[in-house]
């Protein structure tokens, strides 16, 4: 059995027994086979080293309050990897093939799934990158798809709690038809400067207004932005943001629990009308704003006055996990069960 002081983990990398992968040579994808070393052989002039040929996903194992292991919304990480893989020309991965290694993976290292009562969870990520040796610009012939798994424990220090976040004009993202809409890594270096200006003034992260017009909400580097106004959630429509899966599952909550959803621009302005808001994602779920400051105007957009986490927040945030972690029923049917 392994030793973790599992309360007090970090949202860091912790060594586990294996890791998952499988090749793609000469037009198809090969058997998965299992790895105990957590380092791989590349060639200096690989795709993924020069021309940034790389995908990848994050889900989450829970074990429940029953005891029983539950993966969230395993699939739709599946379709989404598909379509990174697409925008960047790498091969799809079959679904079934990522769903397998991802199930074999958890299993395989079932010692490192957190107890139930340490609100830890078994952080699971595949990754797709293109192995070729090139030095033109030109889509890779040979692929490796890897999943690995860690034990986290919250994204942000604190867990769920209200922090400030930013907002500045000096930084774009994405383009409005580049890959801010795939889960590729030349998206989170591209908002690495943003991110440590931010923490640098003492900020959780940096959210990002559309590249084109300076003008309406887009994301933070690594999540969602939602506000809530009264009875409705409301989330930024744009073609330069991650579909976030934590977002959709959010937004059906909200509805379940009869509130309004709106899919749409949302202009800076806007902000100050907004009763509470949050930055969402896999790694921190919920990540409860207390205010924004336009760095640039100097204006401030507050949504919590005592610190707390807003009403609504902290409902839809208990309803997630609780259907995560067995405490609700799983009404939408987005939990995959694994037998360790």
């Given at each position: 059995?392994?030793?973790?002081?599992?309360?007090?983990?970090?949202?860091?990398?912790?060594?586990?027994?294996?890791?998952?992968?499988?090749?793609?040579k000469n037009g198809e994808w090969g058997e998965l086979t299992v790895h105990r070393e957590a380092t791989i052989?590349?060639?200096?002039?690989a795709a993924v080293l020069h021309y940034a040929q790389e995908a990848f996903e994050?889900?989450?194992?829970?074990?429940?309050?029953?005891?029983?292991?539950?993966?969230f919304r395993i699939e739709e990480n599946a379709k989404r990897m598909q379509s990174s893989c697409n925008g960047i020309k790498m091969p799809k991965l079959p679904i079934d093939k990522f769903t397998e290694a991802v199930i074999r993976a958890v299993e395989l290292n079932k010692d490192y799934i957190p107890p139930y009562e340490t609100g830890a969870s078994l952080y699971i990520r595949p990754v797709i990158f293109g192995t070729?040796?090139?030095v033109g610009v030109r889509p890779a012939k040979d692929y490796e798809f890897i999943v690995f798994v860690t034990p986290v424990g919250p994204y942000f220090k604190g867990g769920f709690q209200t922090t400030p976040f930013m907002l500045s004009r000096q930084y774009d993202r994405a383009a409005p038809l580049g890959t801010g809409n795939i889960k590729?890594?030349?998206?989170?270096?591209?908002?690495?400067?943003?991110?440590?200006?931010?923490?640098?003034?003492?900020y959780s992260s940096a959210f990002y207004l559309d590249s084109k017009e300076k003008k309406y909400i887009d994301e933070c580097s690594a999540a969602n932005?939602?506000?809530?106004?009264?009875?409705?959630?409301?989330?930024?429509?744009?073609d330069s943001v991650l579909p976030s899966i934590t977002n959709v599952s959010l937004s059906k909550i909200a509805?379940?629990?009869?509130?309004?959803?709106?899919?749409?621009?949302?202009?800076?302005?806007?902000?100050?009308?907004?009763?509470?808001?949050?930055?969402?994602?896999?790694a921190a779920v919920i990540s409860p704003i207390e205010r924004i400051d336009d760095i640039d105007t100097g204006k401030a957009y507050i949504f919590s006055k005592d610190g707390k986490p807003g009403e609504?927040?902290?409902?839809?945030?208990?309803?997630?996990?609780?259907?995560?972690?067995?405490?609700?029923?799983?009404?939408?049917?987005?939990n995959t069960f694994v037998e360790v």
């Open positions: 059995m392994v030793e973790i002081d599992w309360k007090n983990l970090v949202f860091g990398y912790v060594p586990t027994d294996c890791n998952i992968r499988c090749e793609y052989n590349l060639h200096i002039s994050g889900l989450k194992a829970f074990r429940g309050v029953d005891g029983k292991v539950r993966i070729t040796p090139l590729v890594g030349g998206n989170y270096a591209a908002g690495l400067s943003a991110s440590e200006k931010a923490h640098e003034l003492g932005f939602f506000a809530i106004k009264g009875n409705t959630y409301i989330t930024p429509k744009s509805e379940l629990l009869g509130m309004k959803v709106e899919k749409r621009h949302i202009l800076v302005d806007e902000l100050s009308e907004f009763d509470e808001a949050g930055a969402c994602g896999t609504k927040s902290t409902v839809l945030y208990n309803y997630l996990r609780g259907i995560q972690y067995g405490e609700q029923p799983d009404t939408f049917g987005w």
